[in-house]
């Protein structure tokens, strides 16, 4: 049976071929490349090989797709960091889904912060090391809040734990650690500050696998918790707003990232067999579909050398191939026919729809809209339609092999949607058939919100050309402010370790000058209590610290 081991083995041993490589072979040659990309499949080989099932097989075999597709994209890129970064990275995320307790679950949690804190601050720039010093330590502490909810358990059972409620501290501790990778507001600011300023290559990793393994951790440690609905809401439309304000086309997919993890959280909290399948049903398109957007966002950053939509333009003609990329990935986030994004994210929105939240049904509606109308329209419109002066740059070959795959992956899975839904842990069985997410009802719903988004962009277009705002100035203000409030009290406590600090030393000067220098022991009754006080305070406090 496959275990946390088995799957990680080829991941492992790839990180450590790569590490000590010489970094002069590794730029000359095509070796370092060839073993990044035969890592996941490898570890494919393994998980098919395998008995695992159920939720753990659907995450494992989608964080290796990505992983394998993400390679072939960076394949032109002789970056050695970035590939051990991400090489690292990819292997404790697929830890964490296939882990059987809850130290390889931590171990490979805390691991995907090094290897994706790493991975930014491969990117070299002064934007990309402060990133990735925010971004450390936002999941330093959610690495600590799970890990001493973890160690707090009243038991050491893993896979059949399920959290009802955050009464007690460990699991509170446990959810605020998984909400905050999973970028639930107010801890979200970390996507859009950080990936941005990663390698565009980066992105493609980065957008795969820390949201998703807190979404697999909340769809098996929580599922049924009923905030997590009204979370998941928030998130769909928090994400769409900020990213109708964003100028950047990196920045605009990474508040997307919340936006979308919003539904899947949704359906975590709706909590019914059905709805957790469209939970991981989602997050297995969205890896792909996002994905393939990052990849159509680091191909046009590469031919143009800009990633302000404002600043794009008349690519379509010049560069079909990342356009209809470009097409695929819009119609998918959006939910549209015929592509994985309507097979999954109708499943969330009947899942509500069954159980008469309408309220819910309206507010996935209006981020559904919101979505198209942020990536399909305005960054449509604004980056491929119109004409360019730019000057053309050959896409590498490796990129669009990488596009291609995803695109017909994307497509694959919405017009046979069977083959994901038979890896699903409940095969999206409802009321004891199979979900049929191709009849006439869904495919009009689809059809008028992208109607719907289309008319709105006709009517307020001009309101909706990208501008320049800066939508994460508050966290990074907040960040720095909270770091000067921190550096205070470090000098503070230094300061007063200081004092406590010679305070000891002059009590213990005097306590050897009474006991040792003056031979005859002639001493005051007060000069001899104050000694044997200070004595026995040392000693008292020294028992208090190596008993704790």
């Not at 049903?281 to 191909?299: D, E, Q, V, W």
């Not at 999954?344 to 919101?370: C, D, P, R, T, Y």
């Not at 419109?381 to 990129?399: D, E, R, T």
């Amino acid at each position: 049976m496959a275990n946390f081991e088995n799957c990680f083995y080829p991941f492992a041993i790839a990180f450590a071929l790569l590490a000590i490589m010489p970094n002069n072979h590794y730029v000359k040659n095509s070796t370092g490349k060839m073993i990044q990309i035969l890592a996941p499949i490898f570890s494919m080989f393994i998980l098919f090989q395998s008995e695992l099932g159920g939720l753990k097989f659907l995450f494992a075999f989608i964080f290796m797709l990505i992983s394998l597709l993400a390679s072939i994209n960076a394949f032109h890129l002789k970056n050695k960091l970035q590939d051990c970064a991400s090489t690292f990275y990819a292997g404790s995320a697929i830890g964490v889904v296939t882990s059987s307790n809850w130290l390889n679950f931590v171990f490979c949690w805390e691991m995907m912060l090094v290897g994706s804190v790493v991975l930014i601050l491969s990117n070299k720039t002064i934007k990309s090391t402060n990133s990735a010093i925010r971004y450390f330590y936002v999941h330093l502490l959610s690495g600590s809040m799970v890990m001493f909810g973890v160690a707090n358990l009243p038991t050491s059972k893993f896979d059949n734990v399920i959290f009802t409620n955050v009464d007690e501290p460990y699991a509170l501790m446990i959810f605020i650690g998984f909400l905050i990778n999973a970028a639930a507001p107010p801890f979200h600011s970390w996507v859009p500050d950080s990936y941005p300023n990663a390698s565009p290559t980066a992105n493609v990793f980065l957008s795969a696998f820390t949201t998703k393994a807190a979404v697999y951790a909340l769809i098996k440690f929580f599922p049924s918790f009923d905030p997590l609905i009204y979370i998941g809401c928030f998130m769909g439309l928090y994400g769409v707003t900020l990213a109708m304000l964003s100028n950047n086309i990196r920045k605009l997919l990474s508040y997307h990232i919340i936006s979308q993890v919003g539904y899947m959280i949704v359906g975590i909290g709706i909590g019914t067999s059905f709805s957790l399948d469209g939970s991981s049903a989602h997050a297995f398109s969205h890896i792909l579909y996002k994905g393939l957007l990052f990849m159509t966002a680091g191909a046009l950053i590469y031919v143009t050398g800009k990633e302000k939509i404002s600043e794009m333009g008349g690519l379509a003609r010049r560069y079909p191939l990342v356009f209809w990329s470009f097409v695929v990935g819009a119609l998918s986030i959006a939910g549209a026919p015929i592509f994985n994004g309507f097979i999954s994210k109708s499943m969330i929105v009947e899942a509500a729809h069954l159980l008469h939240l309408n309220f819910v049904v309206q507010v996935l509606n209006l981020a559904s809209i919101g979505t198209f109308l942020s990536i399909g329209l305005k960054m449509g419109y604004y980056s491929f339609a119109g004409k360019s002066n730019l000057k053309p740059k050959k896409v590498p070959l490796n990129m669009q092999i990488a596009m291609v795959i995803a695109m017909v992956s994307c497509a694959l899975f919405g017009v046979m949607p069977n083959l994901l839904y038979k890896m699903l842990p409940n095969q999206a069985a409802i009321n004891e058939s199979i979900y049929q997410p191709w009849d006439k009802y869904h495919v009009i719903h689809s059809l008028e919100i992208i109607g719907i988004a289309i008319l709105i962009f006709a009517i307020f277009k001009k309101y909706l050309k990208p501008k320049d705002k800066k939508t994460d100035a508050i966290y990074i203000k907040i960040f720095n402010y909270l770091c000067s409030i921190l550096a205070s009290i470090v000098k503070t406590l230094k300061d007063l370790a200081q004092d406590v600090k010679k305070e000891i030393s002059k009590s213990f000067r005097g306590v050897f000058n009474l006991e040792f220098k003056n031979k005859d022991y002639a001493h005051n009754e007060q000069n001899d209590f104050s000694a044997s006080l200070t004595v026995v305070i040392f000693l008292i406090s020294l028992f208090i610290l190596i008993s704790t």
